[in-house]
């Protein structure tokens, strides 16, 4: 997977670098082409060989069906022709004398219903005719005594025998095929018992019709021969005379029934032998494998075209998937990425797969949760710092208290009494509005108040050096405001403006709303600052020495607490005075102060 | 990585293979169309046994090979024009092939050259056309068919007699050929003469009258050949309503049933059978070679064979006279 950074190469186009071997579309793509194409191609190959080797089958049956159907109508109508020779037989057994018109009439009436039945005809043994139906001129040069039929009549004399189809030349008329049916029997002339031939001729086209109507494909044909393996019927019979054609003959005579594949010239042919029963002809037919099984063709050309359709349907599939898996992993990688390069707030959102979906939701989450703990850890930070400063603000400033109850004691030795009364009871005001319940808001009037304790205390201890002045608007006393914010400004006045001044000091504190701020004035008439300790105040270089809490340490809290618009302002010049302005939001007493969550 | 580029490349190519294997056919037979052609076959007669046995033996070719037949001819034999017209007509309808047994030598030689012209092939069969276009000549060598008709006609005439001809066409190739052959052979016989070369234009009716105009001015022939088959059938019923049986020995040519009675009957005494059949078959067979591009002969030969009394009856011969099985 290519979640990891990319390395350091050109950047590829799209489409090439999406097609990189190792991402996921690719292998996706090749492994399920593959496997889609291997299993359609062996499905195929073995439909392929199921259904050839049916259609083999079938198309052979086929054949073997046809061949007997010829097969069967032959033994039919062989059957049939020996059941006229023997009704042709009876008639002349039973007539007493054979010259009788009654049986010429009973013959020409049978020859007349039998449309196949040519002629009949009684010869001697030596060959002379005795009696023919139809009453027909015989020929010259007739050579019936070398004729088949007269032949095997004489060499079989009990059997009756088929002729193989040849010219019937006995009689004047057409030249006719005929099959000879021949047999010696017996016959009555004028009360004498003679033997003679019996000749019945049926007409061979019936036969040859039969034969020539059989197709066996396009190129197939059917033919017979004689069980001598003379030719009966064969639509090439002159080509196989002249030497023209060669058709194995001689193989089928092996044969009395079966199939099997020839080749005589190469090509093989599927031949399938019949025995016409009572004649022992045989019936051959003679088919093509390549042309009958068309089939093997067809499907060949199919599952070509199969294979290729398949096969692009699977890879744009394949493709189309591996892309709807891939492409939002990838734009995850590149949020990802986004998100390393310091880019936390743009959340992802990835669609896709489920899966996918889940790791950028559980992503976003992630980054949500490092943009809280982010957030957390600034403001612990902040937190920390608050707490650091809280605690210097609320420390008690052990030099404050000496100097106080050093005074205190002179007092008590020169015997002021009531000098020493409000010293203690201002300071024990001042601690306890320092303490205030470890609250850091507390309202105007409070500090105000504190500020007031804190001058009465210096005020004694300065011998009266001083004198003082608290103003405050009466809608500005409700006001919140940090803690311990005047004290240290008016510490400051005390030490660098009034505590060296040979007159008497003045310290105003005026306190008043003004453009939605709360304004504090710390004005003195000492002897002022010059630029570079005002920027030395301000930056913690000098500490005021009294509470401990310096200038910087009240502006730095006020900005922490209410921002950088707030804070201290300093004016001041030289045996003027200094006047401190502090401007705080205006913020109404309404008791609770945000928690900052320290213990 | 390379290692599965070359995994890949392995996969890719055994499916390629296994693709091609079970997608490879068998390989055709050369002499079977693999898309059936047409082939036009002109003959001289729409009509009589030859013709239609000729018809026969392409047909049983036209079904082996694929090819779709059509078969034509003019009604008369001596309608030289409209075989012309057909023989245009096949070139006008594109045929792949053009079987012509040409009723004029001559005459049918530019129609011929105008075939060769649209690349269409042209095979003659029977008779020649004089076009050295053509692509092959299937047909009975006529010449020496003559020769065998005289031969057999002095046998029994003897060296010394005088002999009728009754031809058919004169221009016919085949005509031309048998007489040639018949005259050349008799030349070698000092004492044998011909008298009379008559020629019916294949017409029963001519043949008759011409045979008794024969007889009439030469009635001391004791031989007469006649050339084709309807000159064999008027010259042979000629001589045997005129009486002459047996004293005019007759020596015809083809077998019509006609003719074959008269060999029974003892008028004529042998006749020259061609193989219409295998002309048919064989004239089909070498168009598909030469539609295949395969190269041919320039000749094939299908046999005469004279047949008489003695051999009429043997199978093969009896398939031959009669073709038909009705």
């Known amino acids: 997977m290519n979640i990891e950074p990319k390395?350091?190469?050109?950047?590829?186009?799209?489409?090439?670098?999406?097609?990189?071997?190792?991402?996921?579309?690719?292998?996706?793509?090749?492994?399920?082409?593959?496997?889609?194409?291997?299993?359609?191609?062996?499905?195929?190959?073995?439909?392929?060989?199921?259904?050839?080797?049916?259609?083999?089958?079938?198309?052979?049956?086929?054949?073997?069906?046809?061949?007997?159907?010829?097969?069967?109508?032959?033994?039919?109508?062989?059957?049939?022709?020996?059941?006229?020779?023997?009704?042709?037989?009876?008639?002349?057994?039973?007539?007493?004398?054979?010259?009788?018109?009654?049986?010429?009439?009973?013959?020409?009436?049978?020859?007349?219903?039998?449309?196949?039945?040519?002629?009949?005809?009684?010869?001697?043994?030596?060959?002379?005719?005795?009696?023919?139906?139809?009453?027909?001129?015989?020929?010259?040069?007739?050579?019936?005594?070398?004729?088949?039929?007269?032949?095997?009549?004489?060499?079989?004399?009990?059997?009756?025998?088929?002729?193989?189809?040849?010219?019937?030349?006995?009689?004047?008329?057409?030249?006719?095929?005929?099959?000879?049916?021949?047999?010696?029997?017996?016959?009555?002339d004028q009360g004498t018992i003679k033997e003679g031939i019996l000749l019945v001729d049926?007409?061979?086209?019936?036969?040859?019709?039969?034969?020539?109507?059989?197709?066996?494909?396009?190129?197939?044909?059917?033919?017979?021969?004689?069980?001598?393996?003379?030719?009966?019927?064969?639509?090439?019979?002159?080509?196989?005379?002249?030497?023209?054609?060669?058709?194995?003959?001689?193989?089928?005579?092996?044969?009395?029934?079966?199939?099997?594949?020839?080749?005589?010239?190469?090509?093989?042919?599927?031949?399938?032998?019949?025995?016409?029963e009572p004649i022992n002809w045989k019936i051959v037919g003679v088919a093509y494998p390549d042309e009958i099984v068309t089939t093997k063709k067809d499907l060949n050309q199919f599952i070509f075209w199969f294979l290729v359709v398949v096969c692009a349907a699977v890879v744009v599939l394949a493709m189309f998937v591996s892309a709807k898996i891939s492409q939002p992993l990838r734009r995850l990688e590149k949020s990802v990425q986004s998100v390393g390069q310091g880019d936390f707030s743009t959340p992802i959102h990835v669609s896709g797969a489920h899966e996918v979906v889940q790791l950028s939701k559980r992503f976003n989450f992630m980054l949500h949760r490092i943009r809280q703990l982010m957030d957390q850890i600034i403001h612990e930070q902040e937190a920390k710092r608050?707490?650091?400063?809280?605690?210097?603000?609320?420390?008690?400033?052990?030099?404050?208290?000496?100097?106080?109850?050093?005074?205190?004691?002179?007092?008590?030795?020169?015997?002021?009494?009531?000098?020493?009364?409000?010293?203690?009871?201002?300071?024990?005001?001042?601690?306890?509005?320092?303490?205030?319940?470890?609250?850091?808001?507390?309202?105007?009037?409070?500090?105000?108040?504190?500020?007031?304790?804190?001058?009465?205390?210096?005020?004694?201890?300065?011998k009266n050096k001083f004198n003082y002045a608290i103003e405050c608007e009466q809608e500005a006393l409700s006001c919140m405001t940090l803690k311990l914010i005047l004290q240290p400004i008016v510490e400051n006045a005390i030490h660098h403006g009034i505590e060296k001044m040979s007159d008497e000091g003045f310290i105003r504190i005026a306190a008043c709303i003004k453009e939605e701020r709360l304004v504090i004035q710390v004005s003195d008439n000492g002897l002022g600052m010059s630029r570079q300790v005002m920027e030395q105040l301000l930056s913690g270089g000098i500490r005021s020495g009294g509470s401990g809490v310096g200038v910087k340490n009240v502006n730095e809290r006020i900005r922490l607490y209410y921002g950088k618009a707030y804070g201290l302002r300093f004016e001041s010049e030289l045996e003027e005075g200094t006047t401190v302005t502090i401007m705080l939001p205006v913020e109404k007493n309404d008791d609770e102060q945000p928690d900052w969550g320290m213990s | 990585m390379t290692r599965t580029v070359a995994g890949l490349r392995v996969c890719l190519m055994i499916m390629l293979m296994i693709v091609l294997v079970s997608c490879g056919g068998a390989e055709p037979n050369l002499h079977v169309l693999e898309k059936p052609k047409n082939v036009d076959m002109i003959v001289k007669m729409d009509h009589g046994d030859f013709w239609k046995t000729v018809k026969m033996g392409a047909e049983v070719a036209a079904k082996e090979y694929n090819v779709n037949l059509t078969f034509k001819a003019p009604q008369n034999e001596s309608d030289i024009d409209e075989q012309i017209r057909l023989v245009d007509e096949s070139i006008r309808n594109n045929a792949d092939a053009i079987i012509l047994s040409a009723s004029d030598y001559m005459k049918l030689a530019q129609v011929t050259d105008r075939a060769a012209y649209y690349k269409i092939p042209v095979?003659?069969?029977?008779?020649?056309?004089?076009?050295?276009?053509?692509?092959?000549?299937?047909?009975?060598?006529?010449?020496?068919?003559?020769?065998?008709?005289?031969?057999?006609?002095?046998?029994l005439t003897g060296p010394d007699s005088r002999i009728g001809v009754m031809n058919f066409v004169k221009g016919a190739k085949n005509a031309d050929e048998r007489e040639e052959?018949?005259?050349?052979?008799?030349?070698?016989?000092?004492?044998?003469?011909?008298?009379?070369?008559?020629?019916?234009?294949?017409?029963?009716?001519?043949?008759?009258?011409?045979?008794?105009?024969?007889?009439?001015?030469?009635?001391?022939?004791?031989?007469?050949?006649?050339?084709?088959?309807?000159?064999?059938?008027?010259?042979?019923?000629?001589?045997?309503?005129?009486?002459?049986?047996?004293?005019?020995?007759?020596?015809?040519?083809?077998?019509?049933?006609?003719?074959?009675?008269?060999?029974?009957?003892?008028?004529?005494?042998?006749?020259?059978?061609?193989?219409?059949?295998?002309?048919?078959?064989?004239?089909?067979?070498?168009?598909?070679?030469?539609?295949?591009?395969?190269?041919?002969?320039?000749?094939?030969?299908?046999?005469?064979?004279?047949?008489?009394?003695?051999?009429m009856l043997q199978p093969q011969n009896q398939k031959l006279l009669f073709p038909f099985v009705k």
């Open chain 1, 7 to 188: 390395r350091n190469m050109p950047k590829l186009p799209r489409v090439i670098e999406s097609f990189k071997l190792r991402s996921i579309q690719t292998i996706i793509t090749f492994s399920f082409t593959l496997m889609t194409v291997l299993v359609v191609i062996a499905v195929s190959i073995m439909l392929y060989n199921k259904f050839t080797k049916t259609a083999e089958e079938n198309a052979y049956l086929n054949i073997q069906q046809i061949i007997e159907q010829v097969n069967y109508h032959l033994e039919l109508y062989v059957k049939g022709m020996q059941d006229i020779y023997e009704v042709v037989e009876q008639q002349i057994n039973d007539t007493p004398d054979i010259s009788s018109p009654v049986l010429r009439e009973q013959l020409t009436t049978l020859l007349h219903t039998r449309e196949d039945l040519v002629s009949v005809g009684l010869f001697t043994p030596e060959g002379k005719l005795v009696v023919d139906i139809p009453a027909l001129e015989m020929r010259k040069n007739t050579m019936l005594e070398e004729q088949s039929w007269f032949e095997s009549a004489h060499a079989r004399p009990q059997k009756l025998s088929f002729s193989p189809p040849h010219i019937q030349n006995l009689y004047k008329g057409q030249y006719k095929w005929v099959v000879s049916l021949s047999r010696m029997i017996k016959y009555k």
């Open chain 2, 181 to 311: 052959g018949f005259m050349d052979y008799v030349a070698r016989f000092p004492g044998v003469q011909v008298v009379d070369i008559e020629y019916c234009e294949s017409d029963e009716q001519i043949a008759r009258q011409l045979t008794r105009k024969m007889m009439s001015e030469h009635p001391d022939i004791t031989g007469i050949v006649a050339l084709n088959e309807v000159a064999s059938i008027g010259t042979g019923e000629e001589i045997q309503k005129l009486g002459l049986g047996e004293k005019v020995k007759i020596i015809t040519f083809d077998s019509p049933a006609k003719v074959m009675e008269l060999l029974q009957e003892g008028i004529v005494q042998a006749t020259v059978v061609q193989n219409p059949f295998n002309n048919g078959y064989l004239a089909v067979r070498y168009a598909v070679q030469v539609m295949e591009g395969i190269e041919v002969d320039e000749r094939w030969d299908t046999k005469s064979t004279l047949i008489d009394l003695d051999n």
């Open chain 1, 386 to 462: 608050k707490s650091e400063l809280d605690v210097l603000q609320s420390q008690i400033n052990p030099h404050f208290l000496y100097n106080t109850l050093n005074s205190v004691v002179r007092l008590a030795e020169k015997g002021k009494k009531e000098e020493i009364v409000a010293t203690i009871t201002s300071l024990s005001k001042f601690f306890r509005i320092s303490l205030s319940k470890g609250k850091n808001i507390i309202t105007l009037e409070e500090e105000l108040e504190h500020v007031r304790h804190y001058l009465i205390i210096q005020k004694i201890r300065f």
């Open chain 2, 123 to 155: 095979i003659s069969m029977d008779s020649e056309v004089a076009s050295a276009r053509v692509k092959m000549f299937v047909g009975t060598n006529n010449y020496e068919a003559g020769q065998k008709a005289a031969k057999r006609l002095i046998e």
């Open chain 1, 202 to 276: 049926v007409n061979f086209r019936t036969i040859d019709e039969l034969s020539r109507k059989v197709s066996l494909g396009k190129r197939g044909y059917a033919y017979i021969i004689d069980d001598l393996g003379n030719i009966v019927y064969h639509p090439q019979q002159q080509l196989i005379y002249a030497g023209l054609k060669y058709d194995n003959i001689e193989a089928t005579l092996e044969y009395a029934y079966g199939s099997y594949i020839d080749k005589p010239t190469g090509e093989p042919r599927y031949i399938t032998i019949r025995t016409v």
